[in-house]
C-alpha cells in the first residue's frame, strides 16, 4: 500500500527553478555587505561636514577645551549616531525591496556590511578632518589661541547604532511586508497525488453506520 503524500511532500517547479546553492546564497550576502559599506563612504563626509568643531586653548603647557561644559564633542557623538541610524533604515529599506525574499545570507549581509560601514564612516571623518596631533596643532595657532580640535568619536558604542537600526528594521518590514503564505499553497496539486491517498480497489472498507447496520451485542453470538 502506498504511503500518502502530504502537501509539504510535493515537489514544486517553482522551488526547482528559483532555488538558489549555498554558494549563490553567499555570494549574495557578500555583494550585500559590499552595497551596504559602500554607503559608509557618504556618512562619514555627512559626519565631517555636520559635526560641531571643538574648540581648543593652549597655555604653552597643555591644551584645553575652551568651552569646559565640552558640548560640542558630545554634538560629535550624538550626530554620527543620527547618521548611522539613518543609514541603517536606508539599508534595510533597499535590502528588503531588492532581496524580500533574499534568506539569512542577505540578512548576515546586512548586519556585516552595515557594521564595516560605520567603522569606515568613522575613520573617514576622522582623517579628513583636522590633524590629531594636538601638539602639532597648538604650536601652529600659538599659545593663548583657540583652535579647531581633531574631530574624535569619543562614544564608540554610536558604531553599534547603524547595525542595530538595519537589523531592527529589516525585521520590522519583513514582519509588516513580507510573504506570509507558503508557497505550496499556491500551486496546484499533481494529479496523482490525489489517487495516491485513495484506498486500492478491492481493499477492505470500513462498515458502514447507516441505519441498518446491525452491530453483534457483548458475548453474543456471531451471524
Do not use: C
Not at 23 to 38: H, I, K, P, T, Y
Request: glycine share 12%.
Amino acid at each position: 500500500m502506498t504511503t500518502p503524500l502530504s502537501p509539504n511532500d510535493v515537489p514544486h517547479e517553482h522551488d526547482r527553478q528559483h532555488g538558489e546553492s549555498p554558494a549563490q546564497q553567499v555570494r549574495q550576502g557578500l555583494l550585500v555587505a559590499a552595497a551596504v559599506a559602500v554607503l559608509g563612504v557618504a556618512v562619514g563626509l555627512l559626519w565631517l561636514w555636520l559635526a560641531p568643531r571643538v574648540p581648543m586653548i593652549s597655555d604653552g603647557k597643555a591644551v584645553y577645551l575652551a568651552n569646559s561644559e565640552g558640548e560640542e564633542s558630545i554634538a560629535a557623538d550624538g550626530t554620527f549616531a543620527l547618521l548611522g541610524a539613518g543609514a541603517g533604515v536606508l539599508a534595510a529599506l533597499a535590502v528588503f525591496w531588492r532581496l524580500r525574499r533574499g534568506g539569512i545570507a542577505a540578512v548576515l549581509g546586512l548586519a556585516a556590511g552595515s557594521l564595516v560601514g560605520s567603522v569606515l564612516a568613522w575613520q573617514l571623518g576622522v582623517w579628513l578632518g583636522p590633524d590629531q596631533d594636538l601638539v602639532a596643532l597648538a604650536r601652529a595657532a600659538g599659545e593663548g589661541k583657540v583652535f579647531e580640535g581633531p574631530l574624535v568619536l569619543r562614544a564608540e558604542a554610536a558604531l553599534l547604532v547603524w547595525p542595530s537600526v538595519a537589523m531592527l528594521a529589516h525585521l520590522g518590514l519583513t514582519a509588516a511586508f513580507g510573504p506570509e503564505d507558503p508557497e505550496w499553497a499556491l500551486q496546484p496539486m499533481p494529479e496523482d497525488w490525489t489517487h495516491r491517498n485513495q484506498p486500492p480497489s478491492g481493499g477492505p472498507h470500513p462498515p458502514s453506520a447507516g441505519p441498518h447496520a446491525s452491530w453483534p451485542a457483548p458475548g453474543g453470538p456471531r451471524h
